[in-house]
Nanobody, 119 residues
Framework: VQLQASGGGLVQAGGSLRPSCAVSGRTFSTYTMGWFRQAPGKEREFVGAISWSDGGTYYGDSVKGRFTISKDNAKNTVYLQMNSLKPEDTAVYYC?????????????WGQGTLVTVSS
């Protein structure tokens, strides 16, 4: 499985952005797809994840109620809808995947896409 993230950019605080992650390769219908972020000088943080098989989602506390993860089966793409963005959301965002239904333990990573939120 290969992952290609895109759609980052510069946005003002309070705005929205929707990065995407294109998935290709072997069958990933049993995969769990996750989003992570890493801000300068900080550790990587779990943002959220979606089960490809049933669409179930799980979010980190810092983004609950503001971010939504979805998928488009026809396009083999996972989306991260980010609303009410704050300067502290500034980070490089990564998509990741793992076989199976666990929300942790990802072993496939895409390159990151930079999201910058200005105050």
């Amino acid at each position: 499985v290969q992952l290609q993230a895109s759609g980052g950019g510069l946005v003002q605080a309070g705005g929205s952005l929707r990065p995407s992650c294109a998935v290709s390769g072997r069958t990933f219908s049993t995969y769990t797809m996750g989003w992570f972020r890493q801000a300068p000088g900080k550790e990587r943080e779990f943002v959220g994840a979606i089960s490809w098989s049933d669409g179930g989602t799980y979010y980190g506390d810092s983004v609950k109620g503001r971010f939504t993860i979805s998928k488009d089966n026809a396009k083999n793409t996972v989306y991260l809808q980010m609303n009410s963005l704050k300067p502290e959301d500034t980070a490089v965002y990564y998509c990741a995947g793992r076989k199976g239904s666990s929300w942790s333990g990802y072993d496939t990573w895409g390159q990151g896409t930079l999201v910058t939120v200005s105050s």
